[in-house]
């Protein structure tokens, strides 16, 4: 009976061992398999699908180092240092010796900024491997560090913010990840007014630290203040997606939007050629925002454009200098200001304007194209200007014209006349009538408003020059007939 008992147990141990073996060779051939595939993929950048093959071979053996090391190699591929130095710290558990987790190791803990722990990592590789050139370098890179940071905060505490900058500079190549070095960086950038380089701090911050929405106030605020309202709007969502009732970026984000609002409505106005509709959307986005050059600069700009556009010459004109007090070498403002010049007759005046606007920015076409304007304006000024002729302005409408136009006619006609000069009095009725066939024909009138008389053979490219008109005939070859009726 014992003899039996003890067979069948010898038995069912060696049945057992069978199948553990058959178990551990089935797993360490799914390992094999996983770790095969994983090269694969790593080799052809498939990073998340060699990730999960990682995955598979730890977690059919957490003891296997290999397997670990493989897939910290992994995480650092893909920028997730975190996650690789848990792996790391279990193949240096599991195999102290392994020089080349140390090395991981020891570069993820610089790039993080725990310079220390780094240092220690280095040094101990340096006992198991005295001769390793890569730990020889760090160890000598790393033990200055902490006097360069003490110096760095010692600048920036004098307000050398300039030589702090070069050493964080210094530092930070070595410790990019480090979230102190970062911030004490952007903070001397700000200081010393290097916004954009700054926001680079800034941007790295929201990804190194467990609540970014400070950072991202913060990169909202300088773009906001720098002019780029649609930029300061992404990165204030970015905070409100995290905490959406949080008490900076949400009254941050209110401004903006409604900032945004008015601006937007704005241009759409004037694209549509609402004039005092956009004035007023300008008007309150200036009351929104009275103090950022960028959107004052922007708003009274556009206000001094949208009175040029109305044709009100004097509210045009102060819009226009107030721009123009801000930033005097804002074109578009100089351009509409010379306009108006034009609309006052004082042509001098509008070459003048567009010639400083060229000395800005000479490649403009608007600013060629104006000035190019004026100096006919001015010529042609100088020898007729039909405007003058019925003393009318150059905005006048088609009604006044004709008003003028009667006005004169019964005045100079040479068949009412009552002086005795009846030349004079022709002379003046063709210059009336002359003046009317011009301003009542709006195509005629454009080529006028151009600087070109459209009644003027040698501007037209004939012969000759002089006056056109004759008396009882017709007119530059188009068969203009005098007549005139009393009512």
């Given at each position: 009976?014992?003899?039996?008992?003890?067979?069948?147990?010898?038995?069912?141990?060696?049945?057992?061992?069978?199948?553990?073996?058959?178990?551990?060779?089935?797993?360490?051939?799914?390992?094999?398999?996983?770790?095969?595939?994983?090269?694969?993929?790593?080799?052809?950048?498939?990073?998340?699908?060699?990730?999960?093959?990682?995955?598979?071979?730890?977690?059919?053996?957490?003891?296997?180092?290999?397997?670990?090391?493989?897939?910290?190699?992994?995480?650092?591929?893909?920028?997730?240092?975190?996650?690789?130095?848990?792996?790391?710290?279990?193949?240096?558990?599991?195999?102290?010796?392994?020089?080349?987790?140390?090395?991981?190791?020891?570069?993820?803990?610089?790039?993080?900024?725990?310079?220390?722990?780094?240092?220690?990592?280095?040094?101990?590789?340096?006992?198991?491997?005295?001769?390793?050139?890569?730990?020889?370098?760090?160890?000598?890179?790393?033990?200055?560090?902490?006097?360069?940071?003490?110096?760095?905060?010692?600048?920036?505490?004098?307000?050398?913010?300039?030589?702090?900058?070069?050493?964080?500079?210094?530092?930070?190549?070595?410790?990019?990840?480090?979230?102190?070095?970062?911030?004490?960086?952007?903070?001397?950038?700000?200081?010393?007014?290097?916004?954009?380089?700054?926001?680079?701090?800034?941007?790295?911050?929201?990804?190194?630290?467990?609540?970014?929405?400070?950072?991202?106030?913060?990169?909202?605020?300088?773009?906001?203040?720098?002019?780029?309202?649609?930029?300061?709007?992404?990165?204030?969502?970015?905070?409100?997606?995290?905490?959406?009732?949080?008490?900076?970026?949400?009254?941050?984000?209110?401004?903006?939007?409604?900032?945004?609002?008015?601006?937007?409505?704005?241009?759409?106005?004037?694209?549509?050629?609402?004039?005092?509709?956009?004035?007023?959307?300008?008007?309150?986005?200036?009351?929104?925002?009275?103090?950022?050059?960028?959107?004052?600069?922007?708003?009274?700009?556009?206000?001094?454009?949208?009175?040029?556009?109305?044709?009100?010459?004097?509210?045009?004109?102060?819009?226009?200098?107030?721009?123009?007090?801000?930033?005097?070498?804002?074109?578009?403002?100089?351009?509409?200001?010379?306009?108006?010049?034009?609309?006052?007759?004082?042509?001098?005046?509008?070459?003048?304007?567009?010639?400083?606007?060229?000395?800005?920015?000479?490649?403009?076409?608007?600013?060629?194209?104006?000035?190019?304007?004026?100096?006919?304006?001015?010529?042609?000024?100088?020898?007729?200007?039909?405007?003058?002729?019925?003393?009318?302005?150059?905005?006048?409408?088609?009604?006044?014209?004709?008003?003028?136009y009667r006005k004169l006619a019964v005045k100079w006609h040479p068949d009412q006349y009552k002086g005795e000069d009846k030349k004079k009095a022709e002379k003046k009725f063709i210059e009336i009538a002359a003046a009317k066939e011009v301003l009542s024909?709006?195509?005629?009138?454009?080529?006028?408003?151009?600087?070109?008389?459209?009644?003027?053979?040698?501007?037209?490219?004939?012969?000759?020059?002089?006056?056109?008109?004759?008396?009882?005939?017709?007119?530059?070859?188009?068969?203009?007939?005098?007549?005139?009726?009393?009512?």
């Amino acid at each position: 009976m014992a003899i039996a008992c003890s067979l069948r147990g010898r038995l069912f141990v060696m049945a057992l061992s069978f199948q553990l073996k058959i178990v551990l060779s089935a797993s360490s051939d799914d390992i094999e398999n996983h770790l095969e595939m994983g090269k694969k993929l790593l080799a052809q950048g498939q990073y998340q699908d060699a990730l999960s093959h990682y995955h598979a071979a730890v977690e059919a053996d957490p003891t296997n180092y290999l397997t670990h090391f493989k897939r910290a190699t992994v995480y650092l591929a893909i920028g997730k240092s975190k996650s690789a130095l848990p792996d790391l710290e279990r193949v240096i558990e599991l195999k102290p010796d392994f020089l080349q987790a140390r090395i991981h190791r020891g570069n993820v803990l610089l790039k993080q900024g725990k310079r220390a722990a780094a240092l220690q990592e280095f040094e101990q590789l340096l006992k198991l491997d005295p001769s390793n050139a890569e730990a020889m370098r760090k160890v000598d890179e790393i033990r200055p560090t902490e006097d360069d940071l003490v110096a760095a905060k010692q600048l920036k505490e004098s307000e050398d913010c300039e030589g702090a900058i070069v050493l964080l500079g210094k530092l930070a190549e070595m410790s990019p990840w480090d979230p102190e070095l970062r911030s004490l960086r952007a903070d001397c950038y700000m200081r010393v007014g290097k916004y954009m380089e700054a926001t680079g701090d800034l941007r790295s911050l929201t990804k190194l630290t467990t609540d970014p929405t400070g950072y991202y106030f913060q990169l909202s605020d300088i773009q906001y203040q720098l002019g780029y309202l649609e930029d300061a709007l992404r990165e204030v969502r970015e905070c409100l997606k995290l905490e959406p009732d949080h008490k900076t970026c949400f009254p941050h984000y209110k401004k903006l939007k409604k900032l945004s609002k008015l601006l937007l409505g704005a241009d759409d106005a004037m694209a549509e050629g609402r004039f005092q509709d956009a004035i007023t959307k300008l008007e309150a986005a200036l009351t929104t925002e009275p103090t950022v050059y960028s959107y004052v600069h922007r708003a009274k700009t556009k206000i001094c454009h949208c009175y040029a556009e109305m044709k009100d010459i004097d509210t045009a004109m102060k819009t226009c200098d107030e721009a123009l007090e801000l930033d005097d070498n804002n074109v578009d403002a100089m351009c509409d200001r010379a306009e108006m010049y034009i609309l006052k007759d004082m042509f001098e005046e509008a070459v003048s304007e567009f010639q400083k606007a060229k000395n800005v920015n000479g490649e403009s076409q608007k600013v060629n194209d104006g000035l190019n304007k004026a100096q006919k304006l001015l010529k042609q000024s100088q020898k007729r200007d039909y405007y003058k002729i019925l003393g009318i302005r150059r905005t006048a409408t088609k009604s006044e014209i004709s008003k003028a136009y009667r006005k004169l006619a019964v005045k100079w006609h040479p068949d009412q006349y009552k002086g005795e000069d009846k030349k004079k009095a022709e002379k003046k009725f063709i210059e009336i009538a002359a003046a009317k066939e011009v301003l009542s024909d709006p195509e005629k009138r454009a080529k006028f408003d151009a600087g070109e008389d459209p009644l003027d053979p040698e501007a037209q490219g004939g012969g000759g020059g002089g006056w056109p008109f004759h008396p009882g005939g017709g007119f530059g070859g188009q068969g203009f007939q005098f007549k005139f009726h009393f009512n």
